[in-house]
Every structure is written in C-alpha cells, then in structure tokens.
C-alpha cells in the first residue's frame, strides 16, 4: 500500500471548508432525502452519502468537485461541480438541498456561515484527506475480519460532526470501543488513529493509552511506516488484544 503523502500547508483549512461542505451540503442531502439519517461513508476519492430516496441517489466529494449522481451503474446521471469559488448556497441547488431547514449532527456542529461566501480548497489537500479516509477505511475492513463474528462491528461511517471514520466492535463481553481516524481536530491538529474503550478500563502497558478517551497514533507516526495500512490495523488490533486477557 502506498505511504501517506506529506499534508500541504493548506491542509487544516480545507478540511474545515469540506467538513461545512459534508455537514451543510453532503449530510443535508442524505437527511432531507427521506433517509432522516447523517452517516456518510467513505468513497471513491473522499466521502459521500449511500444510495438514497427512490431515485437511487448520491452525493458526493471527490477531490476537488461535488458530485449529484442519480440511478444505477447503467443509468446514472451526474453533475459536477468544482467546489473552490463555489457557494454553500450554489451547491445546495446542485445537490437539492434545503439550507434554511433545522440540521443538527451534534455539539460539534460547524457554523453554516455566510452562504454567498466563495469556499476555498486546495485539490492538493483534498485529495490528502480522501487519501487518509482510504486507508483508514482499508485498516478497518483488516480488523473486521481478524476481530471476528463475536466483535459484532457496526459499519464504518464518517461522522460528519467530528468528520471522522469509524467504527465500533465488542473488546471484551459488555465492552465495546469505537476505532476510526480523524482527519484532526481540537485534540489534534495533525490526523490521527484512535482506539476508544466505552469504559474507563485501560488493561495492559498504561503507556499505550496516551489520551483521555484511550489512545491515538499520529499522522507522522504512520506516516513513517512502509505500509500504513498494515501498521495502522496493528495498532487498532494491538488496542483490541489489550481486552483479550
């Protein structure tokens, strides 16, 4: 698997741009077509919403464009649209969304801001944070299948409230943790991989659990890695194992 690439300088102020984009534009269009739900996945070149309403519809980033696509592999219909110089408030008519209706994923909601403003995203940087989504993504499906049928692992989705991937899986008879990676936040500026135990056990070398909800591994750290996606499913597994005991 190819190494992460290094994050350009503009790395922190798209993915915030994106993330108004995925809350307000991607997120909205899932919830306002009849799926009443704001779990997007990760997709081809970024994220997007799964099939929704009747018309088998999607919604989409992929690098620097939003994407409306409707029907199946051998109908669809699509519009791109180049996301830097974009509005809010013009993506919205691509996507069909309603901005003025009520839309809360959570306390970590990000402000809808001036509609008419011009977004600003570097492809560069966006396709840095599809290319993080990816292998977080792939280090996951690894875990899945090693965990087993026991762990009863719920579905990846990328929240778009704290804008990460994740998942979460039985550790241990009445402990679940969620496993996922950030794109970087408040904790961290830098993307990071976490393992967050439900409970407040923290079995084994308490040197693991670097962080108050259980434990991180940096973007430069698997960055360094040959295989990324191999260190990262060990360093979810080795979270995991912690329980086996």
């Known amino acids: 698997m190819a190494s992460l690439a290094e994050l350009p300088a503009s790395f922190a102020d798209t993915r915030d741009s994106l993330q108004r984009v995925a809350v307000h534009i991607v997120a909205r269009a899932r919830n306002q077509g009849g799926a009443h739900s704001i779990g997007l996945r990760v997709t081809p070149g970024g994220f997007g919403t799964p099939d ?74 966006a396709r840095a ?28 989705q990328l929240w778009p409230e704290h804008f990460d991937a994740a998942l979460d899986l039985a550790v241990a008879p009445d402990i679940r943790a969620n496993l996922g990676g950030s794109p970087g936040d408040g904790f961290s500026a830098e993307p990071y991989l976490y393992v967050g135990p439900w409970t407040a056990d923290r079995p084994g070398d308490p040197g693991f659990w670097n962080a108050p909800f259980g434990a991180v591994l940096g973007y430069a750290a698997l960055a360094a890695e040959p295989d990324p996606v191999a260190a990262a499913a060990s360093f979810f597994l080795e979270g995991i194992g912690r329980f086996a005991g």
């Open 129 to 156: 944070l599809a290319g993080w989504y990816a292998k977080t993504n792939a280090a996951l499906d690894h875990v899945v299948a090693a965990a087993g049928t026991d762990a009863a692992p719920t579905l990846v």
């Open 52 to 125: 929704f309403g009747p018309d088998v519809s999607r919604v989409r980033v992929s690098g620097g464009l939003l994407l409306s696509e409707v029907g199946g592999p051998d109908t669809v219909t699509s519009v791109a649209t180049e996301i830097d110089g974009a509005t809010l408030a013009s993506l919205a008519r691509v996507a069909g969304v309603d901005l003025a209706a009520d839309l809360d994923v959570g306390h970590d909601t990000p402000s809808i801001g001036d509609i008419d403003e011009p977004l600003r995203i570097d492809v560069a940087a």
